[in-house]
Structures are given as structure tokens and as C-alpha cells.
């Protein structure tokens, strides 16, 4: 194989497990790391690096191992519903500000204005935060919905659109209805079965679950 080739190779492995460190996730950390020590164990033993090529290879068996044991890991969600002055609330707010303000923008707590604020427990970890106001309309709207970075796979969504808060239809409730100012929010909603609206917002109605 061609010299440039090779370093192209070496280069690209690089430039992937650089970018795994970046991850917040650790969902996305391990796929893309793995990706990244696949590449550079192809590359070990295409130049004849046996320690490159081993090395790498065992990083690839144990990202596989713990992707394994993230996807078949059976996780347990409930939530804990707080008042709008709970004092962990607030600290939760504080502590997380920079990252919900990037995903979104222009975020302001108003307590005053929520009818359903509670945190989303993961196997009794606190993955998340859910703030909603019920208008007369019968529209949800959630005004927050922050994950925090290590339960980014999705799974919390769909315990709360799915499960949760579909369940609401009994009190009344048929559409649930988010802003999302945030290209990766919107990613998210979208992922989860909700729709853009002729307002621009996104919206799903109560008894909707996504199928994908």
C-alpha cells in the first residue's frame, strides 16, 4: 500500500479519537472511539506496528463491551416532582446554566409559571429536568427539558413523551407543545415523534408514541 495512503489512515485515527475526547456523552464517546480504534488498529498492522495494531484492537473489545452493556442494561425511570422554590432545583438551574442556555436560548425560570416541574430519575440518579405549564387549551407546553450530558441516548425522551406524559390525556391534555430555538434540540424533538407546527414550534399530540 502506498505510503501517503497509509498516513492518511494514521491521520484520520488521529484526528477520530481526538474527537471521541471531546464527547460529553458517553454514548457518543465509546461509538466514536471505537470507530477511532478500529481505524487505528488497521493502521498498527498495515505498517507493521504490532503494539499499535494490539493496542487498538483491545480498545475496540472494550468499547464493544460496554456499548454491549449500555444497550442491554435494563434501566428504571420515575420522577420526583419538586416546588418551583425547591432549593436543589435552583442549585440544579445554576450548576447546568451555561449548557441550557446552548441548547435553550433565551431560557428564563419563571416558577410562578409551572404547573409541572420534576426531575427525571435514572436508576435513582438524576438524569434530567422537566418544566411544563398547562394552558385552558388543553396544550402542555414544556418550557425546559434539559438532559444532563451522561444519559444523552435518548432514553429519557422517550420515558418522558412516551410514557409519561401521554398518559396525561386522561386529565385532559392532547397535545404537548415545546420551543425549540437549538438545531440539536429540534434534532431531538424530531427523534421523538414531535412536529413543527405552522407557528414554528414543536408539537405531539397526547396518545402519540414514536414508533422509530
Not at 22 to 38: D, E, H, P, V, Y
Not at 68 to 84: A, N, Q
Not at 135 to 149: I, K
Amino acid at each position: 500500500m502506498q505510503s501517503h495512503l497509509l498516513e492518511y489512515i494514521g491521520f484520520a485515527a488521529s484526528i477520530i479519537i481526538a474527537l471521541s475526547m471531546t464527547m460529553n456523552s458517553i454514548l457518543k464517546f465509546r461509538w466514536i472511539n471505537l470507530m477511532g480504534a478500529i481505524t487505528f488498529s488497521t493502521y498498527g498492522f498495515l505498517i507493521g506496528a504490532l503494539p499499535v495494531g494490539i493496542l487498538n484492537g483491545f480498545i475496540t473489545l472494550v468499547d464493544i463491551y460496554y456499548l454491549s452493556s449500555i444497550y442491554g442494561t435494563k434501566h428504571y425511570f420515575e420522577t420526583l416532582e419538586v416546588r418551583g422554590d425547591n432549593k436543589y432545583l435552583l442549585r440544579f438551574l445554576t450548576f447546568h446554566q451555561k449548557e441550557i442556555e446552548h441548547f435553550f436560548p433565551g431560557f428564563v425560570y419563571k416558577p410562578k409559571m409551572n404547573t409541572m416541574s420534576f426531575f427525571v430519575l435514572r436508576n435513582m440518579a438524576v438524569a434530567g429536568l422537566v418544566l411544563a405549564h398547562r394552558r385552558e387549551n388543553g396544550e402542555l407546553r414544556v418550557g425546559l427539558d434539559y438532559v444532563v450530558p451522561q444519559y444523552r441516548d435518548y432514553k429519557n425522551g422517550k420515558f418522558v413523551y412516551d410514557e409519561l406524559l401521554q398518559s396525561l390525556t386522561d386529565v385532559g391534555i392532547q397535545k404537548i407543545v415545546a420551543e425549540a430555538n437549538s438545531p440539536n434540540h429540534i434534532k431531538y424533538l424530531k427523534k421523538l415523534g414531535f412536529t413543527t407546527s405552522s407557528e414554528g414550534l414543536m408539537e405531539k399530540a397526547t396518545g402519540q408514541s414514536d414508533r422509530s
